[in-house]
């Protein structure tokens, strides 16, 4: 039986340092170079997974000594029966993490490919807010904020170029002695397609530290 233990940051990651692989392979590099990617692309997957089993490990260095674009398209096959799928939730679950808005528009779920996403976000654009919805330290948390489209840029999720929008957020917690209508907003420029985002996002600490800080 297939356990699942790949996320789709850590997939992403992979198909990223193979991919650079592959593409020296298929432009005849010298096997030095070849080499030196390789090992280099064994370094960098084997430090975004903190554990792993003698099962898990051997599963993901099997593209080590992999030369042909075949041999390379069959290794990433082998890798989709270990993907972890995001945690679903249900139009219900999103709208008790925005009670104050009464006619939340919510993605359609059952369209979304849940082992290829590393977070739930979207775009109401009658109210130009983003909504973003992720498992953080084991709970579902949700948190949204303005969206304000915004020409090319760099997406501080996923460092991928493409259209962006900055996202502001105003966090929930407050200085002491603070006034009450004290508040504070963080924004990031962030892709527009969270689709897109998703396929190319490779690390999850970023996400986890914009959400901690807007949200405790």
């Excluded at 579902?140 to 303005?146: D, L, N, P, W």
């Excluded at 603070?178 to 892709?191: E, P, V």
């Excluded at 600490?205 to 405790?216: C, I, M, N, Q, R």
Aim: aromatic share 12%; with cysteine.
């Amino acid at each position: 039986m297939n356990t699942p233990f790949i996320r789709n940051h850590q997939y992403n990651l992979i198909k990223k340092q193979v991919g650079q692989l592959q593409h020296a392979c298929n432009n005849g590099a010298d096997p030095q170079v070849i080499e030196a990617v390789e090992f280099n692309a064994l370094c960098k997957i084997s430090d975004s997974f903190p554990e792993l089993t003698d099962l898990q490990k051997h599963t993901l260095e099997k593209f080590v000594g992999l030369r042909k674009t075949e041999e390379f398209q069959q290794y990433f096959f082998s890798l989709e029966p270990f993907l972890e799928a995001f945690s679903q939730v249900t139009g219900k679950q999103i709208q008790k993490l925005f009670p104050k808005i009464k006619k939340l528009k919510t993605p359609n779920l059952n369209v979304i490919d849940h082992h290829k996403i590393s977070y739930l976000g979207w775009v109401d654009i009658a109210t130009q807010k983003l909504f973003i919805v992720y498992h953080l330290n084991g709970q579902t948390v949700g948190i949204q904020g303005r969206y304000t489209p915004a020409s090319k840029g760099v997406c501080f999720l996923c460092n991928g170029i493409g259209d962006v929008a900055l996202f502001s957020a105003i966090t929930k917690s407050k200085p002491a002695n603070a006034s009450s209508d004290y508040y504070k907003a963080i924004g990031n420029y962030m892709c527009v397609d969270s689709e897109e985002c998703n396929k190319q996002i490779t690390n999850v600490a970023v996400l986890e530290k914009f959400l901690h800080e807007v949200l405790y």
